[in-house]
């Protein structure tokens, strides 16, 4: 039987267990305060927050399943893992249930799937996969990258059908900045937003009415107040009533009178910033700062490009949701459908990013041995 290797256990990341643990018990606590009101049942019983301390524990027995296993070996599972993802995302269309007006989940009996979290995940590996054995000097042409816009292309064009702009968004801005850690030429950077400014106009007539509406509201929320502009205004006044200290656990108005629109998933935020205020906002925050950092200190120590390339892109999925929840709660960005994560209410969103948080205490753990 082979020997365990002490160094394993030694060089555990338990900053980044411990950071994961505190933002999901902060969400899990903010799920009660944002259902209490009516669901009227104790934090034990409100089956919300059982359902999310249900995925949190899934989630963690994952976490733990992928630090034990070399991430060196999933490596040679990239693309395997890529395509399974993919096929459940193209099985949405055809067996997928239907839910705020988009048919996003598989239905799998007392439990659902959205296969759109798993593609953020499975798509960085495969591009670190990609990246770490066909480009391996770090000077990436835009000819050398064409594969990979092809392994963010099919996923995003199914994601987009379903229809969720908003997780196309989150999975091109990440695969990009896996590219921009790969090595690719910023000159290539400049074309390509060149490019995507051109195609603004011609992306515009292919947006769904209510999406040209978000822009739109985005722009002057004040033009439909009891509309379009509804979740915004909402969710600034509440951000905004928090002041500097807040109102106190479970005692924001704007949540208690169901003032904020999804205030469980999409606007959790502005649940969290009305009851402890900018110090609590700015609490919260420095946790998300603290992953993000730990995340990138891990990329910058590992001992192969695959392992950056993976640390570096799950960092990316991290920093990228809370920018753009955050810039949606407040109002500095469009409404766009992001949660914020591990805080937010969503089985699988949680359970993959937890995951992927184990990707990055994999990495760390092995990056001296040999």
């Given at each position: 039987m082979r020997q365990f290797d002490r160094r394993l256990a030694y060089h555990f990341d338990w900053s980044l267990l411990a950071l994961t643990l505190a933002i999901i018990g902060g969400g899990l606590a903010t799920i009660f305060s944002a259902t209490e009101a009516r669901v009227h049942t104790g934090f034990a019983n409100n089956p919300l927050v059982m359902r999310q301390a249900f995925y949190a524990s899934v989630g963690f027995v994952g976490m733990i399943a992928v630090v034990l296993i070399d991430y060196r070996r999933l490596e040679r599972y990239a693309y395997v893992v890529y395509a399974a993802t993919l096929l459940l995302v193209l099985a949405v269309p055809l067996v997928g249930t239907v839910g705020g007006g988009a048919r996003r989940w598989i239905d799998l009996g007392p439990v659902s799937i959205q296969p759109s979290?798993?593609?953020?995940?499975?798509?960085?590996?495969?591009?670190?996969?990609?990246?770490?054995?066909?480009?391996?000097?770090?000077?990436?042409?835009l000819v050398d990258a064409l594969p990979a816009f092809a392994m963010l292309a099919v996923p995003g064009a199914l994601i987009l059908a379903q229809p969720d702009l908003g997780t196309v968004g989150v999975i091109a801005i990440v695969a990009f900045s896996v590219l921009f850690c790969a090595g690719l030429r910023l000159r290539v950077f400049v074309v390509l937003a060149a490019v995507a400014a051109l195609a603004v106009p011609l992306l515009w007539g292919h947006l769904k009415p209510y999406q040209q509406q978000r822009v739109q509201t985005f722009l002057s929320p004040e033009m439909d107040p009891l509309g379009a502009g509804y979740h915004v205004i909402q969710s600034k006044i509440a951000i905004g009533s928090g002041e500097l200290w807040g109102k106190g656990y479970l005692r924001g108005t704007q949540n208690k009178l169901n003032f904020i629109p999804e205030q469980h998933t999409d606007f959790i935020f502005s649940v969290f910033a009305e009851e402890w205020g900018f110090a609590g906002a700015v609490a919260?925050?420095?946790?998300?700062?603290?992953?993000?950092?730990?995340?990138?200190?891990?990329?910058?120590?590992?001992?192969?490009?695959?392992?950056?390339?993976?640390?570096?892109?799950?960092?990316?999925?991290?920093?990228?949701?809370?920018?753009?929840?955050?810039?949606?709660?407040?109002?500095?960005?469009?409404?766009?459908?992001?949660?914020?994560?591990?805080?937010?209410?969503g089985g699988s969103s949680l359970t993959t990013m937890m995951i992927a948080v184990g990707l990055m205490i994999n990495v760390n753990m092995r990056r001296f041995l040999f």
């Open positions: 979290e798993l593609i953020k995940v499975s798509l960085v590996v495969a591009l670190a996969r990609y990246f770490h054995r066909s480009q391996a000097t770090g000077d990436v042409r919260l925050l420095v946790l998300y700062g603290g992953l993000v950092l730990r995340g990138l200190t891990v990329a910058h120590r590992a001992k192969d490009r695959f392992g950056a390339l993976v640390v570096f892109g799950v960092v990316s999925i991290v920093f990228w949701q809370v920018v753009i929840n955050v810039g949606m709660t407040s109002g500095i960005l469009p409404v766009v459908g992001i949660t914020l994560p591990f805080f937010s209410y």
